[in-house]
């Protein structure tokens, strides 16, 4: 067709027709208010099929007009203009997107427009591509199987979600992207993308496009966490358009719903979505209470009739009542502050929350425990049993018969021998605890005293050791364990004697790695919750931590960390087997127990790899297997009982932010030795790790002052250290963010200030390395030289004292002096345009010249102030460059600084100033002019001695005048 008259005859076609048609004048109506970029779009899919359909032999027409306008706009898809590449996407999507549901184009069309669009979704420019994948979202195929499996653009999809940077482009193939079995799990991998608006629409895809039957059970979970946990506002609300979506595909049953999410496996999910109902008003936990049919199906259900509740029901019935006695107890402190007649409302609502629990409660306490019982006792009743364990605290428990049968049933089900069980097996043999931790906190509740409680619990303890397998004295220390957490006091000399012979020393040398790795655990809690160091303990931790499996070696890190941070290491230190390094006899495990705390940790730290090591193949978020989309969290439990290094940073960090400076010896190379441990662990891999150094340096920046020195201690180590390992300049921005993190300059700026001007110029008296050294040592002076420039320092006129404040300015003067020197030598023009600035702003701190004057001057406590406002290098004469260059030297002829050589090279003054001002330029020019003045008076011949004489007329005196 001819584009040129067809268009301009379809319009005034338009005009006329479009105006007495009730449907086409509506359209119209609407084409007339689109914007300019959809008006082509709207032409080709709404007024032109209904103007041809009044026309005999025209019905395919339309058809063909826009098969020939797509080819027109397909032409132009290689424009080198990006605005032109961007509209022939964007009206092509329109049009494609517009199209009705049995709408067909040509074959060769077909592969035309996916060729050209698959090509254009590889743009260099993001609206380009974002616009390309709107045009694919119709154009893909699902093959036999319609699991578009086999799709090119799909697969396409797939790969460029996980590498795409930008989030609008990433947006737009989340929209497009056809959602079948192979791309679901593509979309709940990006309910963790980093960008907020990515999030959100993919959980928008799950709510509209993705039945929840077509989800797998721990995909449901996992979308659940991560939606209802998510921090942005937008986020959590599209996740909860998604749980109504989920709830009202079970018709509103709460219990078929959470079969759904399979509440054994998932019960933190569960409880969250049940909480998010309630918070939504979906469960009203009043109105279930005061149901007397769902009652009579709950708790007071004739369990020889109805049979026991499912794991699905007595979470349901847990969560509600627990809910209504929290809002209950708050409802209730709210009163007690209220006057009048707010009090009387909220003492009104108060009986009606508890009315509405009696209602779902069974009548007396001891049908509740019958209840708990009869679960109890039961493999497939065990869930059930946990979640309604905590009801007993919503009961009267001050009557003595219910406290001995509360009591009884612990006892009955703590001495149980561990069992395996597809519905919950013991602790012992793989299961989670939570069974054994209810029954030891129930036991707390309902004794009457701290020591009938320990009683109570180590007796079963030590029953089950008595059997002497190892699945027994597992649970036994379990049990001892989860005493020790819930106890308030300090146990009884003669009960923590028993725990530590009986239960911990047999375990110690046991020959199953659980049973030790479980000794560890009581032990530390031991160590913590009695208040004093136990000179055996400390051995027994020490020893472990240097010679033993893997999780033993990670209890016994984590147990001696959290020792220090109640005795600190010194007090742990003392008790330490000494050994001689020179003995031929000593191993070296002996020899790595006698070593001070630190630098057991880090060594440690050492064992899973080198500091500073940037790892060029680490996995990125893109790399992760979306099949397996809970791998930072599975990957995280197995790093805290695999990786020894991992717990003992976690401990270096706890010590370091609760102790400060007086942590170790060294606090300053510890915080060094964390940071290189930062940049070398790999996110996906180690991922516990990643997260505890990212959250310790930022809160050790913003910490007391004593905190912030370490930072500013250990920057020039941890420069020196990554100077040989590309990636420097990550260390320096990292640094850089972190020293200007607090707006009060730390008391050891001046120290590094000075430090780092030092090795700066240390660096510029060298020669310059050649080959691979190189690119190296050039970002090694940037690096230096930009952290100098930003690092905080404190005026010498804001420091008080008159001692601290001479020897401030001595620091700062010595800096400055060193960055004005280096910033002349330095070959780098970044690295002196850094120092220039930072020899400025530390001079502008300081209060030195050369000369100083009595110290009774008013105002400067001996201190003297420049006079002038000249250059920075004038103000230093021979003598404090001599002695500056001096120290550099000896500086660079040692081993500390990186790429100097043996030589040093000459150093050479310039004569001009290295950092010029208007001052001294003006002062130089007139310097020079008084000197050529003087010159030039030398060269004039001198005047004759005897003078010649002149006519004394009058006429001539007057013309002497004139």
């Known amino acids: 067709m001819d584009l040129a008259k067809t268009i301009p005859k379809c319009l005034n076609d338009a005009q006329i027709s479009l105006t007495t048609h ?262 009203k936990p009043m109105d279930v209470c005061k149901d007397v049919e769902l009652v009579s199906k709950g708790l007071k259900r004739d369990i020889d009739v109805d049979g026991l509740m499912t794991p699905e029901e007595g979470l349901y019935w847990r969560v509600v009542l627990q809910h209504l006695a929290e809002a209950s107890a708050v409802k209730g402190a709210n009163s007690a502050q209220s006057v009048g007649q707010a009090r009387e409302i909220a003492v009104a609502e108060v009986g009606e929350m508890i009315e509405a629990m009696e209602s779902a409660l069974p009548p007396t306490a001891m049908d509740l425990l019958s209840i708990v019982s009869s679960h109890a006792k039961s493999a497939e009743g065990k869930f059930a049993a946990r979640q309604l364990l905590p009801l007993l605290k919503c009961v009267d428990l001050n009557d003595g018969a219910i406290r001995r049968g509360a009591i009884n049933l612990v006892a009955e089900q703590l001495h149980v021998k561990p069992v395996v069980n597809s519905h919950g097996s013991s602790y012992a043999c793989g299961g989670d605890g939570k069974w054994e931790s209810a029954l030891v906190e129930i036991a707390r509740l309902v004794a009457n005293d701290s020591t009938e409680f320990a009683g109570l619990v180590l007796d079963a303890a030590d029953s089950l050791q008595m059997s002497g397998t190892a699945e027994s004295l597992t649970q036994a220390l379990y049990i001892a364990g989860s005493l020790l957490e819930r106890t308030s006091k300090r146990l009884p000399s003669v009960a923590a004697e028993a725990v530590m012979d009986s239960l911990i020393k047999p375990a110690v040398t046991h020959s199953t790695t659980a049973v030790r790795r479980e000794s560890m655990r009581v032990l530390g809690l031991l160590l913590a919750s009695q208040g004093v160091i136990n000179p055996d303990a400390v051995v027994i931790l020490r020893t472990a931590l240097s010679a033993d499996a893997a999780p033993v070696r990670c209890m016994a890190a984590r147990a001696l960390g959290d020792a220090a941070l109640l005795h600190g290491p010194a007090a742990l230190d003392k008790y330490r087997v000494l ?147 590309k990636g420097l300049s990550r260390v320096a921005a990292l640094l850089v963010q972190l020293l200007t993190a607090s707006e009060e300059p730390t008391a050891g700026g001046a120290e590094l200030a000075l430090a ?164 001294s330029r003006s002062r130089a020019s007139k310097t020079a002019a008084a000197d050529k003045l003087k010159d030039d008076d030398l060269k004039k011949p001198l005047p004759k001695v005897t003078p010649e004489r002149k006519s004394r007329s009058r006429r001539g005196a007057l013309q002497e005048t004139n």
């Open 22 to 283: 009730k449907r086409g004048a509506k359209t119209l109506c609407a084409v007339r208010n689109e914007d300019p970029e959809t008006f082509l779009p709207t032409f080709c899919n709404a007024i032109l099929p209904v103007l041809l359909e009044y026309k005999e032999g025209m019905e395919e027409d339309a058809d063909e007009f826009n098969e020939a306008f797509l080819g027109f706009l397909l032409n132009l898809h290689g424009a080198k203009d990006k605005a032109v590449r961007f509209r022939a996407c964007q009206i092509i999507a329109g049009v494609l997107n517009g199209l009705g549901a049995d709408a067909e184009v040509s074959d060769e069309l077909y592969e035309r427009m996916t060729d050209v669009m698959l090509e254009r979704i590889r743009d260099k420019m993001p609206p380009v591509r974002a616009q390309a994948a709107r045009a694919l979202s119709r154009l893909q195929d699902g093959g036999e199987t319609q699991d578009f499996s086999q799709d090119d653009i799909t697969q396409a999809f797939v790969e460029l979600l996980g590498s795409e940077k930008n989030k609008e482009v990433r947006k737009a193939i989340l929209g497009s992207l056809a959602i079948s079995d192979y791309t679901i799990p593509c979309v709940v991998e990006r309910t963790r993308d980093v960008a907020e608006d990515v999030r959100r629409i993919a959980f928008l895809a799950l709510t509209s496009k993705v039945p929840v039957e077509s989800v797998s059970i721990a995909h449901r979970a996992l979308v659940l966490r991560r939606g209802l946990n998510d921090r942005a506002p937008m986020v959590r609300s599209a996740s909860v358009e998604m749980l109504k979506r989920w709830l009202e595909a079970f018709q509103g049953d709460v219990v078929k719903f959470l079969t759904a999410l399979d509440v054994e496996s998932n019960e933190s999910e569960a409880e969250l979505a049940l909480k998010e109902l309630i918070t939504i008003g979906r469960i």
């Open 756 to 919: 780092l001007a030092n090795e700066s110029l240390a660096l510029s008296t060298k020669q310059t390395p050649s080959g691979a050294q190189a690119p190296l040592a050039k970002a090694y002076t940037n690096a230096i030289a930009r952290v100098l420039s930003v690092v905080p320092v404190k005026s010498t006129r804001d420091e008080v004292d008159v001692a601290e404040k001479v020897e401030l300015n001595d620091t700062l003067t010595k800096a400055w002096h060193a960055a004005v020197l280096a910033a002349e030598r330095t070959k780098e023009k970044s690295a002196a345009k850094d120092l220039a600035m930072a020899a400025e702003r530390l001079r502008s701190n300081c209060l030195a010249t050369q000369k100083t004057v009595a110290p009774e001057t008013e105002g400067s406590e001996g201190i003297a102030v420049p006079a002038d406002d000249d250059d920075l290098s004038t103000q230093m004469n021979d003598d404090v460059r001599a002695a500056v260059m001096e120290y550099a030297e000896e500086l660079a002829n040692g081993a500390d600084v990186p790429f100097c050589g043996s030589k040093v090279k000459a150093a050479k003054v310039k004569a001009a100033p290295a950092v010029p001002t208007r001052e």
């Open 579 to 725: 050994v001689d390094p020179e003995d031929e006899d000593v191993t070296e495990s002996a020899f790595n127990a006698s070593l001070p705390l630190e630098i057991a940790l880090m060594k440690c730290l050492d064992e899973e790899g080198k500091p500073f090591v940037f790892k060029a193949n680490a996995y990125d978020l893109e790399d992760v297997d979306v099949e397996d989309v809970d791998a930072t969290k599975a990957a995280a439990a197995v790093e805290a009982e695999e990786s020894v290094g991992t717990v003992a940073a976690e401990s270096l960090c706890k010590i370091i932010l609760r102790r400060g400076e007086g942590a170790f010896e060294a606090a300053a190379a510890v915080v060094s030795r964390l940071l290189g441990s930062y940049f070398a662990a790999d996110a996906q891999r180690r991922p516990r790790l990643a997260q505890c150094l990212a959250v310790f340096f930022p809160a050790l920046a913003s910490g007391p002052e004593d905190r912030r020195r370490l930072l500013a201690d250990c920057a020039l180590p941890a420069l020196r250290a990554a100077a040989k390992i």
